[in-house]
């Protein structure tokens, strides 16, 4: 018994039948009798599997939308890092005065000192961070105590900087992970405050604009794959679903026009085997989704369909040097396959293919 699942976009079939008996969609049979029908040019088995029809939407592979770095440091830019450059917790994201400005990762930015006496989720994020950074000597908690700034004491000295033992937007900015640098919008001896550089994250994702009428399939964590230009194709999963819809720009309206018509989302879809993405940074790709599926139907070739001459199809039927018509009813069609029921037709049993 041969089992498996078969994708596909989507499959149309047209057929014309007058005044035949059956008409071979993937032949030229116009016998019109009822006699036995010689024996067919082939034959193979009718198969038990999963059928499914994917449908494929353009996409773009990037690190997603840039976001500026606003530094709070004070004096004058002595380092940047280069476009394209990576930065983790604990490194730095440029120099002014050549002091470090230190990336660390959380939800919180730094608004406000954090110093001996001080307590919020603030402070539970930079001790997270500090130890993290390999740090100890203090609790991971609200409070921010002796404890904390004597570690933050070692830490400013293996920085090289002044040993406060408080922390604020001149030494650190936060951001969700490890970044990459996008574009440079400032430069070495400009003043050290204000957007220097906009960032992504590190990883690759792919986004996908979609119709807000035909988005139903994006949900969280549904499969996908994506084909890159190469035609290689690497699995993907969703991960975000925009919940604004956006006017597609190339969609022409008149002046004021409050249509909806054209409207889009955003879909992000996650890859999670990076490697397989080669050195690819940004480009564009197709994106499948699965558009309906059949599971554990009995499945033909659709060149094994006939149409019958009272409407419908059918299939012929080779058992013991003989062959039958028998009619069946169809459902999806996927992969140059169809699902096929009724009639009597069985898992294993032996069909033609028509001349």
């Known amino acids: 018994m041969k089992r498996g699942v078969i ?3 989507v499959a149309l079939v047209a057929v014309a039948a007058a005044g035949v ?3 071979g969609l993937g032949g030229d049979r116009a016998d019109g009798t009822e006699e036995q029908s010689t024996q067919p040019a082939s034959t193979i088995q009718v198969t038990r599997q999963t059928l499914v029809q994917a449908t494929t939407v353009e996409g773009e592979l990037s ?3 840039p976001v500026p770095l606003a530094s709070q440091a004070q004096g004058t830019v002595t380092w940047l890092p280069a476009v394209g450059a990576t930065i983790s917790r604990g490194q730095a994201l440029l120099r002014a005065d050549e002091r470090p400005v230190v990336l660390l990762y959380g939800a919180l930015p730094i608004y406000r000192p954090l110093a001996s006496g001080v307590e919020g989720a603030d402070v539970q994020q930079f001790e997270q961070n500090l130890r993290e950074l390999g740090y100890t000597g203090f609790t ?3 409070e921010y105590t002796s404890s904390t700034a004597n570690a933050v004491k070692r830490w400013q000295d293996d920085l090289g900087v002044t040993e406060t033992g408080t922390v604020d937007g001149s030494l650190v900015v936060v951001a969700s992970g490890a970044v990459r640098v996008a574009e440079l919008t400032g430069r070495v001896g400009a003043p050290a405050g204000g957007e220097l550089y906009t960032f992504t994250g590190t990883t690759r994702i792919v986004t996908v604009p979609v119709d807000a009428g035909e988005a139903g399939w994006a949900v969280k964590n549904a499969p996908v794959t994506v084909t890159l230009p190469d035609g290689k194709e690497v699995a993907g999963k969703v991960t975000a679903v925009g ?3 956006a006017s597609d720009d190339s969609q022409d309206g008149p002046p004021g026009s409050t249509s909806t018509d054209g409207a889009q989302i955003e879909v992000t879809v996650a890859v999670a085997d990076q490697r397989a993405l080669g050195s690819l940074q940004q480009t564009p790709v197709d994106v499948a989704y699965v558009a309906e599926e059949r599971t554990d139907v009995l499945t033909v070739p659709v060149a094994a369909l006939l149409a019958l001459a009272e409407g419908g199809y059918g299939l012929e039927v080779v058992e013991g ?5 028998i009619a069946v009813d169809t459902g ?3 992969d140059g396959r169809v699902e096929v029921s009724g009639g009597g037709i069985a898992e294993g049993m032996t069909v033609g293919l028509p001349k």
């Open 140 to 142: 991971i908690d609200d």
């Open 21 to 23: 008996a059956a008409v």
């Open 321 to 325: 040097g003989a062959s039958r018509y």
């Open 332 to 334: 999806l069609f996927a």
């Open 243 to 245: 919940t604004v819809a």
């Open 63 to 65: 690190h997603g939308d």
């Open 7 to 9: 994708f596909s976009g």
